[in-house]
């Protein structure tokens, strides 16, 4: 949205945000944040009454060549970002696999991310583990595999609709039965099968209508995340822009409005 944190949360306060899920600040990657920036951070959030939702981390963004200690050191980084800016939640992913040897790879990616879980659950952490394409964990199954195979409180799932059309999966009809019980974190942007452009809610395929009404059956109670990428949408982050976040704020806010009164989400 920008690179200075300050104008990061005018632009949501007016929009009536009170959390972020932090990716970075002052062009610097939350993971590259030192101890001084990571409090000067913590003091302006207090001061302006904002909370910081999760750690939007690239932990587990990076092909299995690189060494093991490479996504552990990176996940110590995203621990003690968590810890100063007091949230317990730290988003990753599954790692950069080719989709024509992921199967042979499966069992190099379980022991990168159990290391992972691992470490999270002794810092107090729960790890977050989001879908995107191209990593190994772009399918409904793959997810779910990885979540079962860890089996661990301290991993659950980040579901993001529009990667998942992005991966020709039907985010409701393919993805969800699968994985719903291991949701703790929603991302909320679109996509078109025919592109895979990404657009604000409820203009894509992305079926999110029926997401959030299956979430308020559930009785979800954890955040909506506005990820919009509006402007950019790519492997290494997107970008949306003041406006970008405005229009994703609002495409959202017309979509709950649809919903019971009662319903309430983060």
């Known amino acids: 949205m920008a690179d200075d944190l300050e104008t990061q949360l005018d632009v949501l306060a007016a929009e009536d945000v009170h959390h972020l899920e932090l ?4 062009g610097h990657n939350v993971l590259d944040l030192d101890p001084r920036a990571l409090a000067h951070a913590a003091g302006l ?10 750690i939007a981390s690239p932990v587990g963004k990076s092909s299995l060549i690189r060494r093991r200690v490479h996504e552990l050191a990176r996940l110590d980084r995203a621990i ?3 810890e100063a800016l007091n949230t317990r939640f730290i988003r990753i992913f599954s790692f950069y696999v080719r989709r024509a040897t992921a199967t042979r790879q499966r069992a190099a990616v379980v022991d990168r991310l159990g290391a992972l879980t691992d470490r999270a659950a002794r810092a107090g952490m729960t790890l ?5 394409s191209r990593l190994y964990g772009d399918t409904p199954d793959r997810c779910l595999d990885l979540l079962r195979t860890i089996a661990s409180s301290a991993l659950r799932f980040a579901f993001d609709p529009a990667n998942f059309v992005q991966t020709g999966v039907r985010p409701m009809a393919e993805a ?7 949701v703790a974190h929603v991302h909320i942007k679109d ?14 395929d992305g079926e999110i209508p029926a997401l959030l009404q299956a979430l308020a059956a559930r009785g979800y109670q954890g955040f909506l995340t506005l990820e919009p990428h509006l402007q950019v949408a790519g492997p290494n982050g997107g970008f949306s822009g003041p406006d970008g976040l405005r229009a994703a ?18």
């Open 23 to 26: 990716r970075g600040a002052w």
């Open 45 to 54: 959030l207090r001061a302006r009454g904002f909370a910081v939702s999760a």
């Open 80 to 82: 003690a970002a968590a």
């Open 128 to 132: 977050l583990l989001e879908n995107e």
């Open 176 to 182: 969800w039965p699968l994985l719903a019980d291991y």
């Open 191 to 204: 996509a078109v099968f025919a592109t895979g452009a990404v657009r604000p809610a409820g203009e894509g």
């Open 249 to 266: 704020s609002r495409a959202l806010r017309r979509l709950l409005a649809d919903l019971p009164a009662d319903v309430t989400f983060q």
